[in-house]
């Protein structure tokens, strides 16, 4: 089960309307250069980032408590932290090989 995920990633308030949805069905357009806030390579980016950066603080945190200066509590935490964060990025790299090996077999 994961907890969190792509609906979770940081946005640019400001997105569409006053909870951050686009309304698209009445037909509503920004003007032309309108600043739409993060482009999806930057939240994969962002995303990725984080990840590494959980994934080397609960390393940090194990080699910490096996010289005996962090508690169990922390590095369970760490790496339960870590854990979800590496699940995420995996959910996330499926979906997008799923979307391109859709889109590669889609007739020209």
Partial sequence: MIVGGIGTLPLKPGIGGADGSMDLQNGAASPAGADFGTSFADMLSNAASSTVDKLHNAEHVSM????????????VDAVMSAQQALQT????????????????????
């Avoid at 990025?89 to 889609?106: N, P, T």
């Fill in 64 to 75: 910490q408590a096996l010289k005996g200066d962090t508690d169990t509590r922390q590095v």
């Fill in 89 to 108: 990025a995996v959910a996330i790299r499926d979906k997008v090989v799923s979307a391109y090996l859709e889109v590669s077999r889609m007739g020209i």
